[in-house]
């Protein structure tokens, strides 16, 4: 099954505690992004890879970093989280074989609190 | 000016009414355009590709206007099911190639 699995679905930990988002995609797309979700402000991309070694940042990439050794993965690492760290976040990848086919694949989302 | 741009709403509508939401980008080089819906708290699904002659898919249409710089998508003979956000995401062109920007979502309720 085409899916996107993105890991853990729920995160409680506290500021400047170094943590990890996995996401890991098994149709073999080139690009990937990262997603956090507000209230009142929507979707807003944080980073995004448009193939291995090739990452890129979003609307918000401050306090993230993301790396992408290969095709199928690509973790969003939070150095040192702080409060306003504190969202919804939801890892995508784009089926990107023509303009008339593409479509964003999500994982199921990580809510994230940071204390 | 916001990259784009929804109207929040909300859209309460009786079951059985057409309802049209409105999208507008900034970015003129922008490549691709896309509706999704979402339920609560829930990841996003591809609700439609928009292309630039327009395309129906049921009792959903969507429309691309490239001069004007917007998209929308009408809804005909509304489900108490249609009630979600819809997110219009327009995919960047020139030098923002490959960057998704979504807009901040149009809540609508159908109401019996």
């Known amino acids: 099954e085409a899916q996107v699995t993105q890991n853990p679905r729920y995160l409680i930990t506290v500021t400047g505690k170094k943590l990890t988002v996995t996401c890991s995609q098994n149709m073999n797309h080139e690009y990937m992004s990262w997603y956090r979700q507000d209230p009142g402000l929507g979707l807003r991309q944080i980073y995004y890879s448009m193939n291995v070694e090739v990452t890129d940042k979003g609307d918000v990439p401050e306090g993230y970093k993301v790396s992408r050794k290969e095709k199928r993965n690509f973790p969003l690492i939070l150095e040192s989280p702080s409060p306003n760290q504190t969202s919804l976040y939801f890892c995508a990848s784009l089926g990107t074989g023509t303009a008339t086919n593409e479509k964003l694949f999500f994982g199921s989302g990580t809510q994230l609190s940071v204390l | 000016r916001k990259e784009v741009e929804q109207d929040p709403g909300p859209f309460n509508v009786p079951e059985g009414a057409t309802v049209a939401f409105n999208c507008t980008y900034s970015?003129?080089?922008?490549?691709?355009f896309f509706w999704y819906r979402q339920d609560c708290r829930k990841e996003p699904k591809l609700l439609m590709s928009v292309y630039s002659s327009g395309n129906e898919d049921g009792r959903f249409t969507a429309q691309l206007n490239r001069a004007s710089q917007y998209i929308s998508l009408l809804i005909r003979d509304s489900k108490l099911s249609d009630s979600a956000t819809y997110l219009c995401?327009?995919?960047?062109?020139?030098?923002?190639?490959?960057?998704?920007?979504f807009g901040q979502g149009t809540i609508l309720t159908v109401h019996p």
């Open positions: 995401v327009v995919k960047g062109g020139g030098t923002s190639y490959g960057k998704l920007t």
């Open positions: 970015n003129s080089a922008s490549q691709s």
